[in-house]
């Protein structure tokens, strides 16, 4: 079997044994996942499309189509991109759910964007009709092929729900064009944001065709040499273009740039059987992650050009972590556990879905954090209800932002969820994410179906029940995170210690069956390494896979957030779906008057009052009460 | 006697007793400060005319006076303002040493510049020409009136220095034409960066012209309004539109803009009398002082809008402080020294001129810092000799930048230093600053004349020998540093003690008098304030004035400068221009591989090997040697 080219609702399906979960294989039934999926159905997928109705972001398809483009065009250059990307997520809700509302809007929106695509091929509203700059006129900043590959991945997510469309049948004339524009003979240049490589190589999948994985190849291989013309300030490894993929160390520069960019290249290089490109691809996943990542698995230091900073550069105030950078942190990871099938990719899928992914939508699904830094000093409501904004950093979640990139990107990813919670390889399925519900996946052999039962990630009981299995041995593989130490597994042979990695059953599975995970999600105090200077002395909380923060509306008010102090000798206990720490405050003499902070007494430590309890929550719900000044690393007080 | 009117060499002289020491009274005679403002006659200035005759810079003049401006335009749209500085310093270095060439260059700069004024005075080579964008098209970003306010000072310089000439003409017909255009009955605008209110407020001063204070009071009370136009993705508070000048609590948003408005403010506060706005900058200067300022002087804590960040917010590594900050920062503390008579303004300047001034020239003059952070993780050069750059981020001086705003600041700044080192009151003269030197003051009473003999800021003793005195009583008053605790004067009544502050003697000297000031300029460890999260459990060195800094080209290779460790127990002491601390590595076991850099278990303390000395060098003085990884803040050993 070659998986790609299956059409069931499979975002990335490489040739090779192992492939991810369809989206009709796995129902959930409710729980953390199945709670923000609905809610993404329900909300966030309209409150899109009511936004780029009434900033006029589709209409500018109209207006192409109609040749009327001479006079100012609402949004950025690569706003066509956010109507792609809404457009996948309404490709993938169909495919995962039947909603009919969810088809009718897509093809609606496919007909509009359609009408706007000039004869051969090309598919832009921002450039090339009268009155507006010509085409690929500036690659740096430009984004057309940006856009084009979001309306490939979109038509990929049809191509695998529904099979070919009218959809699939525009991206098959935008990659012709790409193909024809950028190929050999053509313009030798690429796109100033990756994004065409991913999209090119996974339609080149979906509908076996070669070509466009050759044309991803080619953007890859042009890379790193120089030909972008810089961005103002800003040198080449802001979009990198300053070292060639297969050479580079560690990703850098703009997070969501470089990390499209690998997701991509790990596509072409196990597609073209590159060995060579994909260690390089795991090497700098290993260092990113090793110097380069937050606790929550956000990546982004800078704000400048939203961007990684250099190793051990993690200061969690200013930490960009922007949405979209865990997205496509996710995608990268995905892409490599497929290629690889080693745990430590899921590790990091799971800590970046639940501190990074979940972080940024709001209980109503219509409001959003860009970025997601792991300190707020204040708590200033910078947010305006029901205007654009600039990226939500003052703590509140907004309803849409200027560059808008996080709110559809996040529809699109809830609403195929579930693709990247398991997988499956020969006669062997893997559980990577655990919630509640239903798994019904064709191993070697025959249909191997679960139900799970769990209140991860607050509880750490994962009841696993057969409810059809092959006749002959199949085997179930369940993850056990990293931080999982004490983990336990129970099934007919009865209970044993099971370590971090995988916990591994191969059985004739009877239907009826039962295994019990057992993962000890109790809150634990997490250290940094010494290197990342920002947060020394600091410790922070974690319950299972969720980082826990402190608001200061949970602080008493002689507790004031810039000087809490955490006794680490008291060990936390859960409360709620948060923790409860001890902490006291402690005041430093002022220094004097008039001069800078700095003077010429050591820092104490320990606190000046008894410690007290005061609960901690999930980061990823951090502001649902209103603005809070907020802090994941804690000063640890040394001696009391 | 109204200083204001005077014509002597003298950047601002507000309608008050105090006055600052003219340009021809402080003759130096080597020292730190001599030196530096040696390189700066010999090789700044001509660098400064060379990059800007071959980027255009200056040329931009010549198309503008002969309509020829329908072609690409060399230079930002503020480029104009760079010529202006340049002549500025030009203007100080011919008053204060008669150089024919500084004269001869500054006249035939003007000439070109005044062939560029329109009839109506306005004058600008980016706007309002054939092919040019109308004027005052775009006053957030147009920098048109930032232009004039540097042509303003430059004309302040040669009125005082020179007296009225061609370029005091030119700078006032265009101080009339943004009087008649932006008065009462003009356009109600501001401009994005502020800097023509401190133009027109010491232009006015300079010529004794209320007209142009009174517009410079306009601009002030317009801002703080909403009323321009935000710049992408960033808000109001970034030009300093957000909140009215007189009702702010402290400096926000961009560093540079922010200061330059404080200096134009206090400036229309002294001249116009207003207690109230006076009162606002002096707790503005205090709380920015106290919480967002660097050890260096240094201010803003982000790259991302050159800006200050919030209370507390100081990261080392990513601390912007630019230069042009600092320089800014010490018109603002000169301005409400003046005012005041305050001795931490003094205090704020001396720090400010040795660690963050000093610290931009290289040796040569010919090389710059634009960002002066206080940590470099990397040696990484990433400066282009003889090319453009971009910020210099990667610790090496560049010779010039894309945005160069800099070189030019220094320049000006460094011509005319000795005006800010002492000050004149009535029958007192109050010296801030020391370098070796003769300084001849009038007083009320009479001249006073001293010989200033000193080694400082390397040796703490400052000789001070009475050449010429009045016969009346008169008053000499000496700056003690806010971190000399331990200082000593000694004059014909004696050795005595004098604390931080004011040490004064008042007497009928004769000639031949002697006193000898001793500063305890021994090194000493500084620690931060506990609420400055970025550099917890860290202390510095500083050594008198001069803040020391680790650079890896000192440090033994098995102690790498991210796990360095320093031994508080063990007082630093002085070797060379620096110090040697006790210092010693410290290396936790590597977290496992593929993991974010967190774990379960606490930082240790102590370090892996007994301490050995290690030198600190003058911050001032980084990457002399070549590109270096680079720390101020060491992580303090707390247990051995």
Chains 1, 2 share one sequence.
């Not at 020969?426 to 249909?447: C, F, K, S, V, W």
Request: with cysteine; hydrophobic share 40%.
């Amino acid at each position: 079997m070659n998986p790609g080219n299956t059409s069931r609702p499979l975002p990335v399906a490489p040739p090779a044994n192992r492939r991810g979960i369809a989206l009709d294989e796995y129902r959930l039934a409710g729980g953390f996942w199945g709670g923000l999926q609905a809610v993404n159905s329900a909300a966030t997928l309209r409150h899109c499309l009511e936004w780029m109705e009434r900033l006029g972001w589709t209409a500018n398809f109209d207006r192409a189509a109609a040749g009327d483009t001479g006079g100012p065009r609402p949004g950025w250059q690569f706003s066509d991109s956010e109507v792609y990307k809404l457009v996948e997520a309404l490709a993938w809700e169909h495919g995962r759910t039947g909603d009919a509302w969810a088809n009718e809007t897509l093809e609606v929106l496919v007909d509009r964007i359609a009408a706007a695509q000039a004869d051969d091929g090309y598919l832009n509203t921002c450039y090339g009709g009268p009155g507006q700059e010509p085409r690929y006129a500036d690659l740096s900043s430009g984004h057309e092929l940006y856009c084009t590959g979001h309306l490939l991945q979109a038509a990929v997510a049809r191509a695998r729900t529904t099979g070919e469309d009218k959809l699939v049948e525009v991206a098959r004339r935008a990659a012709d064009h790409v193909c024809r524009e950028f190929g050999p003979e053509g313009r030798q240049g690429i796109c100033g944001h990756p994004e065409i490589e991913v999209g090119l190589a996974e339609f080149g999948r979906a509908l076996g065709e070669p070509r466009y994985t050759e044309q991803a190849r080619r953007f890859i291989d042009r890379r790193g040499r120089g030909t972008l013309e810089p961005v103002a300030l800003l040198d080449g490894s802001y979009f990198q273009d300053d070292v060639p993929v297969v050479e580079a160390d560690a990703w850098r520069g703009h997070a969501v740039r470089a990390l499209y960019l690998a997701a991509g290249a790990v596509d072409v290089a196990v597609d073209t059987g590159d060995r060579e490109l994909l260690g390089a691809l795991e090497r700098q996943w290993a260092r990113t992650v090793e110097r380069r990542t937050y606790l929550t698995g956000g990546m982004g230091s800078r704000h400048q050009d939203e961007g990684f900073g250099e190793d051990w550069e993690l200061p969690p105030d200013r930490a960009y972590c922007e949405t979209c950078a865990g997205i496509a942190s996710n995608m990268v990871s995905w892409r490599l556990y497929l290629a690889t099938g080693r745990v430590e990719y899921a590790d990091l899928i799971e800590r970046t879905l639940y501190n990074v992914v979940a972080a940024s939508p709001g209980e109503d699904g219509r409001s959003f954090f860009y970025a997601n830094p792991l300190q707020q000093r204040a708590s200033a409501a910078d947010v305006k209800p029901d205007q654009v904004n600039p990226r939500a950093e003052g703590g509140v979640r907004a309803p849409w932002f200027d560059v808008s990139c996080c709110p559809t990107n996040l529809a699109r990813t809830l609403a195929s969820w579930q693709a990247c919670a398991a997988s499956v390889e020969g006669d062997t399925l893997a559980l990577l994410q655990y919630a509640p519900g239903e798994i019904r996946a064709e191993l070697d052999g025959g249909a191997l179906a679960l139900r799970v039962t769990t209140a991860y990630p607050l509880e750490g009981t994962v009841h696993i029940e057969v409810v059809e299995a092959p006749g002959s041995e199949v085997e179930l593989r369940l993850r056990v995170p990293d931080w999982a130490e004490g983990a336990a597994l129970t099934d007919g042979g009865g209970r044993r210690a099971v370590g971090p990695g995988w916990a591994a059953v191969r059985a004739v599975f009877e239907p009826g069956a039962a295994l019990t995970l057992e993962l000890p999600v109790g809150p634990r105090f997490t250290w940094p390494d010494e290197r990342i200077d920002a947060v020394r002395g600091c410790v922070a909380v974690e319950r299972g896979p969720l980082v826990l923060c402190a608001e200061d509306l949970d602080l008493p008010g002689d507790l004031p957030i810039e000087r809490l102090r955490v006794d680490t000798r008291a060990a936390p206990r859960a409360e709620g779906d948060g923790a409860v720490v001890r902490m006291a405050a402690r005041t430093e003499p002022e220094a004097p008057a008039g001069r800078v902070p700095f003077r010429a007494g050591p820092q104490r430590s320990g606190w000046d009052a008894p410690p007290r309890e005061v609960r901690l929550v999930p980061y990823h719900r951090r502001a649902r009460r209103g603005g809070s000044a907020m802090r994941v690393f804690l000063p640890g007080a040394e001696r009391s």
